[in-house]
């Protein structure tokens, strides 16, 4: 159907050898990725309002549509609305780079993500370290913010996130240095391909102390509690988005939780075998689940680790900077070496779960 | 050093950590405490100490006899009355103002009162349009003792026994 669809664009649009219809084909797969992307961003932000309200014993937004199902758009339209404040002597254009900045990386990382058998916008051989690159540009967007804002707060959140983010790159480098030393691949859908048969050759059972690590950092990576101290409410207000307002703020909130939403899919990816079915190899459980397709897979093993988001944050208060620090370089990071060096041990040696 | 490595395990193996989400996992399935306020309301002592009213004899007449004794109990100063005497002989009063800026709810003109007149219902959520509607005259104040005649009495009957 799909290629049905690609010659019918090719024969409406004739020009340059098809070198435009190429452009528009890609134009029109990106935006059936990041459509349902925002939809899903929008409804995180309601599960989360949701999910923390049941915890605190509340029953959260219920009041726009049934159960507040509308509540999203409600804050959407809200944001539209509201007024875009460009702070005095602020540097308006870096004022306005920043969103952009930390927004575009966050959607751009959706390009390499595999969501089925070769269901994937583009299948880069290095793909996994391309999202550890471009993850790492999202750091600038908030450098900027704080710097551009021309205000205290936000510097000090600016500065917060800059040398966090970058020291837990550091622990999700070795992670993934892990992952692929078992895979033999830095491509997703290879290293997908290879967890294939059954919820015990996921590597989740080989790497489960790295999974652990990785989730943990992955909190860190996407500024959540309870390692928020970006923003950290409580000691300097909102962080770097104190100045921000109307869209603009809206753009940082969507790219935190676009984020949130691919660490999931990483986390699953990497560790919980993608799109396979945890039944595969299982006589009888394997026929029945036939039916479900490899997205539906993969987005219930996201919907988990993204329910994981919100419990964590549900439950744990901030940590202090020096906690977060330490937490990174003297226990994160001697514990990823030393996991590589089991890793390559157990992979020369070719004993069973590893190698 | 056994301590040291029982404290290692317990931090490698996330002991604390289970433990709070464990917590917060119970909190999820149980029972939700919220009110849907406008919809639901909490339950009301009968000795509640909302709006003031003014109330009537049930034959129609009003029981307030202009004695003035609210007016001096007020610790506020929120009352006003003028009172002339009426055509069969009665003392009644002529104008009957709480201002409700002024008033702080004690209740102690409910105390007051030798004849029950006025009382404190149980409507707290109210709202003025304008400055002066603070201000309640007794027209308003019978008319919101009509109303709610009904619920003033059950409490005044449900309170009785204690007084």
Redesign the interface.
């Known amino acids: 159907m799909w290629q049905a669809f690609v010659d019918l664009i090719h024969q409406l649009i004739p020009w340059y050898d098809g070198g435009l219809a190429d452009v528009v084909i890609i134009l029109i797969k990106g935006v059936a990725l990041i459509f349902p992307l925002i939809i899903m961003m929008a409804y995180m932000t309601y599960a989360e309002r949701k999910v923390i309200g049941y915890m605190q014993l509340r029953i959260g937004p219920n009041r726009v549509g049934p159960l507040g199902l509308l509540q999203p758009f409600a804050d959407v339209f809200k944001m539209m609305f509201k007024e875009i404040i460009f702070p005095s002597k602020a540097n308006i254009y870096l004022f306005l780079l920043a969103p952009i900045l930390a927004f575009v990386p966050a959607v751009a990382i959706w390009a390499v993500i595999p969501m089925g058998e070769g269901f994937y916008i583009t299948d880069l051989d290095v793909s996994l370290l391309y999202v550890l690159a471009i993850g790492s540009v999202g750091v600038y967007g908030i450098i900027l913010a704080g710097w551009a804002s021309n205000s205290k707060y936000p510097l000090l959140g600016a500065l917060r996130s800059a040398s966090m983010l970058v020291s837990y790159e550091i622990v999700i480098g070795f992670v993934v240095v892990t992952v692929v030393m078992i895979a033999g691949s830095v491509n997703l859908n290879t290293i997908v391909a290879d967890q294939a048969g059954g919820i015990w050759n996921w590597y989740w059972i080989p790497l489960f102390p790295m999974m652990i690590v990785f989730w943990i950092s992955a909190l860190c990576e996407t500024n959540r509690a309870p390692f928020d101290v970006v923003e950290g409410e409580s000691e300097i207000v909102g962080g770097t988005h104190v100045e921000y307002s109307g869209m603009c703020f809206a753009l940082f909130f969507m790219a935190e939780y676009i984020n949130m939403i691919m660490m999931a899919a990483l986390a699953v990816l990497m560790f919980f075998g993608g799109w396979h079915s945890p039944f595969e190899g299982v006589p009888y459980l394997e026929a029945w689940f036939t039916f479900v397709p490899d997205l539906i897979w993969l987005l219930v093993k996201m919907s988990f680790f993204l329910f994981l988001y919100l419990w964590i944050r549900a439950t744990f208060p901030r940590y202090r900077y020096d906690q977060i620090m330490r937490l990174c370089w003297k226990v994160f990071l001697p514990l990823t070496i030393i996991w590589i060096f089991v890793v390559g041990l157990m992979t020369q040696l070719e004993i069973s779960p590893w190698f | 050093m056994i301590k040291k490595v029982k404290k290692l395990v317990k931090a490698f193996g996330?002991g604390d950590?289970r433990a709070?989400?464990k917590?917060?996992?119970k909190?999820?399935v149980?029972?939700?405490?919220?009110v849907?306020f406008p919809e639901e309301r909490t339950p009301i002592s009968p000795r509640f100490r909302g709006l003031h009213a003014l109330r009537r004899y049930p034959n129609g007449e009003e029981r307030c006899i202009a004695c003035k004794l609210c007016e001096a109990v007020c610790p506020a100063n929120a009352i006003t009355i003028e009172s002339e005497m009426r055509d069969d002989g009665t003392r009644r009063t002529t104008q009957y103002d709480i201002d409700l800026f002024k008033c702080i709810f004690c209740g102690f003109c409910e105390e007051a009162c030798p004849v029950d007149a006025i009382v404190e219902t149980h409507i707290f959520d109210y709202a003025f349009e304008s400055r002066e509607g603070s201000i309640i005259d007794k027209k308003g104040l019978l008319a919101i003792g009509d109303e709610n005649e009904k619920a003033i009495s059950k409490a005044r009957l449900e309170d009785s026994k204690y007084r």
């Open positions: 996330l950590i709070g989400m917590i917060t996992a909190q999820l149980a029972d939700k405490i919220t849907q």
